[in-house]
């Protein structure tokens, strides 16, 4: 709070870099919010500005770290089930703990396996800034309107929110799942 709203860029930053500061963010989001109400949106920006740069910065030290510390290329044709899918689901498990403030999700884990199977940064870089707006936002929003019972409205309402999350999360799977159905049948 000292340093203001540029220390919540700051937080976001080291946090999503690796230094872990379990919903801080979201508690401070919700303090500014409340104290003054005009900067909490600003904030709120700058919270997925810092943590958006942070996981950038992870997700290329994993992506750049791997090729130096792994040399041997996989056979071609070799089975990469798990590479496969997290090309095509992985990003739904960077979306879910990026946008849900309850549960202290493993986000680095994804952000460094997102890095490392070479997802592409734009998608990537989408996610991140989908989720933690959405997070981000919310907590500005509703520090604004309940004031210091946001966080008790986050901790009533938990399971719910873990639910719209798996919601949305399963809704984009079937989206996905949708779309290469339909596309596996125009090339028929």
């Known amino acids: 709070m000292a340093y203001g709203v ?15 500061f379990p919903a801080t963010m979201d508690a401070l989001l919700i303090l500014i919010a409340v ?8 904030a709120a920006t700058l919270a997925v500005l810092g943590s958006l740069g942070g996981n950038v910065m992870l997700f290329e030290a994993a992506r750049h770290g ?5 040399r041997v290329v996989p056979e071609p044709g070799k089975p990469q089930r798990f590479r496969a899918w997290f090309h095509r689901y992985g990003l739904l498990s960077v979306f879910i703990p990026a946008a849900t403030p ?8 994804f952000v460094i396996s997102a890095g490392v199977l ?14 933690r707006a959405l997070r981000y936002f919310v907590d500005a929003y509703l520090g604004i309107k309940l004031g210091l019972d946001a966080q008790g409205f986050f901790q009533r309402n938990a399971w719910t929110l873990i639910g719209i999350a798996l ?3 399963a809704a984009l799977y079937l989206l996905l ?12």
């Open 35 to 42: 104290k003054t109400p005009g900067r909490a949106y600003f």
């Open 102 to 109: 309850i549960l202290p999700l493993p986000l680095k884990v």
């Open 66 to 70: 791997m090729r130096r510390l792994i």
């Open 118 to 131: 070479h997802t592409p940064l734009f998608r990537f870089v989408i996610v991140i800034l989908v989720a």
């Open 167 to 169: 919601a949305i999360a």
């Open 6 to 20: 540029w220390g919540i860029f700051l937080l976001g930053l080291i946090d999503s870099i690796g230094v872990p």
């Open 177 to 188: 799942h949708w779309n290469d159905r339909r596309q596996s049948g125009s090339t028929s």
